[in-house]
């Protein structure tokens, strides 16, 4: 997929931002239960914290959430629409966070994801991410950046 942009949310892009999410967390809340609703805040995301997409043309292919938290840049949801995963989209978007995190003069990256969510997990690790802690069905992942 060429021409890849990435750039701030606004508030236009709420309902963008919802869809992409819904969709790509969609097999994810069929088959966990316990899964939060990943498309709720969003709002308050983009007024508070860093929320970046990923575009193609005016089509909304990802979204990532981070903000600074403590000692970290905490990287609190990321969604790649069905048809753009595999793509690079993610590692686009953390990449980004990543950028973000060396400026502010942070060395570390965290999130949280649901042990249930397999596949993610496997791409993390895949993306040079290491498990921390897992507490209940929340894993801590953590990626070192230089």
């Not at 939060?36 to 970046?52: A, F, K, W, Y």
Request: aromatic share 4%; glycine share 10%; proline share 2%.
């Amino acid at each position: 997929m060429s021409e890849i942009s990435l750039r701030s949310a606004a508030p236009d892009d709420l309902g963008a931002i919802r869809n992409c999410l819904a969709g790509a967390y969609a097999d994810a809340k069929r088959d966990i239960d316990d899964l939060p609703d990943v498309t709720s805040g969003i709002l308050d995301d983009i007024n508070e914290r860093r929320v970046l997409i990923a575009e193609h043309g005016k089509h909304l292919l990802g979204v990532i959430v981070f903000g600074e938290m403590s000692d970290a840049m905490m990287i609190f949801n990321l969604g790649v629409s069905p048809e753009a995963q595999g793509k690079g989209i993610a590692r686009q978007l953390l990449e980004a966070a990543e950028v973000s995190a060396k400026s502010g003069g942070l060395h570390i990256l965290r999130l949280r994801t649901h042990r249930l969510m397999s596949g993610t997990c496997a791409m993390y690790r895949y993306l040079g991410w290491q498990e921390i802690e897992t507490r209940g069905n929340a894993v801590l992942m953590e990626k070192r950046v230089t």
